[in-house]
């Protein structure tokens, strides 16, 4: 299977786009310096791979077509992105409920550390159906036209080592001894920004899921 040098621009185009939607500040970032400051760089980096399946996945589908159906079918859409925007609504109601949590009960950011790591971090990104369809535009932007298997099989690839290593590298830094050192100091206030955060995303998917039905 030759990957021909022609595409490589393309292959580049798609690996800034990628790297730049990473970048932005959201839920998967979120449960990843979490799970790495409060618990453990295990736990931040099965988070990781949590974020990389779910990533996996919304490639994937993408590429088969599923965010094009998606746009189509509004009623389904609009269903998925509710039930997405509740799981990250019930999420940032556990971090703040650690955060309120009395000194005198269970210790600080217990609620959140009960689930699995890998769990949190593979809803977190399914939670989100506007993958799919920002996958679908990129892949539409990015693909040239009648691109050979071999270009899919590396951009998959690809998408998959930046997924890891940006976020695997997100949690080495929050596990890190003066990471974990102002967490602990700082442990209240950084689990209710967290659980305030995982709200506000919650909120505005919630919203713009409500908006078509309006």
């Known amino acids: 299977m030759e990957f021909p040098a022609s595409t490589l621009p393309a292959l580049g185009t798609l690996a800034v786009l990628h790297i730049l939607a990473a970048a932005t500040p959201g ?13 453990s760089r295990t736990s931040g980096l099965l988070a990781v791979a949590g974020v990389a399946l779910a990533t996996l996945f919304w490639v994937v589908l993408s590429l088969a077509g599923i965010g094009v159906l998606l ?4 009623e389904l859409y609009h269903w998925l992105r509710l039930i997405g925007a ?8 556990r971090y703040l409920l650690a ?13 959140p550390r009960r689930g699995s790591p890998f769990r949190a ?4 990104t399914l939670s989100n159906p506007k993958s799919g369809i920002f996958w679908t535009s990129v892949f539409a932007l990015a693909v040239p036209p009648a691109a050979p298997a071999a270009f899919y099989a590396v951009a998959v690839a ?13 949690a080495l830094i929050f596990a890190s001894a003066p990471s974990r050192r102002v967490y ?3 442990a209240r206030w950084l689990e209710a920004i967290a659980g305030t955060a995982l709200l506000t995303f919650g909120l505005r998917l919630a919203v713009e899921a409500a908006e078509p039905s309006r």
């Open 71 to 74: 746009q189509q079918a509004g």
């Open 99 to 111: 955060a309120a949590r009395p000194a005198a009960q269970e210790p600080l950011a217990a609620v």
């Open 184 to 186: 602990a100091r700082l």
């Open 158 to 170: 690809m998408v998959m080592a930046q997924t890891t290593l940006w976020y695997g590298l997100a």
């Open 86 to 93: 509740g799981y990250l609504l019930y999420a940032g109601g």
């Open 121 to 124: 971090g593979l809803l977190t």
């Open 27 to 39: 839920p998967n970032l979120v449960v990843v310096g979490h799970r790495a400051a409060a618990v």
